[in-house]
């Protein structure tokens, strides 16, 4: 592994169209300008970060960062958590599982598995504002190995 930083390619999985535009809004606020790629399934989602052969390693040339929804039409948030996590190349991704579901067990469950921030996000378009918002703080600041 080569000494440069990778340019971080933000992973967003998010099937409520209102949703996506408020995060990625929020997060290019806050002073992102990483590419965003946006899925509103879960299938397509795996297939573009797992590639073809299933090793992560297609798109080893950028850092991906996840927001990942958990309810999703096609599949869990958990099952594609798990996925990733259990990816060589992938399971060092930091995965921030944004979803409307506030119930301790799913969100340990989603800690366990390795997320790193989980965010409820209130039905209170302010408060979801918000989090996005630090979000997006967080990110601009975070450097990704």
């Known amino acids: 592994m080569d000494d440069q930083a990778k340019p971080v390619l933000i992973i967003m999985i998010e ?16 002073g992102v300008r990483n590419e965003i790629r946006a899925f509103t399934h879960g299938t397509p989602a795996l297939a573009f970060l797992l590639g073809p052969d299933g090793q992560g390693m297609v798109n080893s040339n950028q850092a991906p960062l996840i927001l990942l929804d958990l309810n999703l039409p096609d599949m869990t948030g ?6 990733v996590k259990s ?10 599982v944004l979803t409307t579901t506030d119930d301790q067990r799913e969100i340990q469950r989603c800690y366990d598995l390795g997320a790193n921030v989980y965010i409820t996000k209130p039905v209170d378009y302010e408060n979801f504002s918000n989090a996005i918002r630090q979000l997006g703080l967080f990110l601009s600041v975070m450097q990704i190995p």
């Open 78 to 83: 958990i099952d594609i958590l798990q996925k």
């Open 15 to 30: 099937d409520d169209e209102g949703h996506a535009r408020l995060i990625e809004k929020n997060i290019r606020r806050a």
């Open 87 to 96: 990816c060589e190349s992938l399971k060092r991704a930091p995965v921030i």
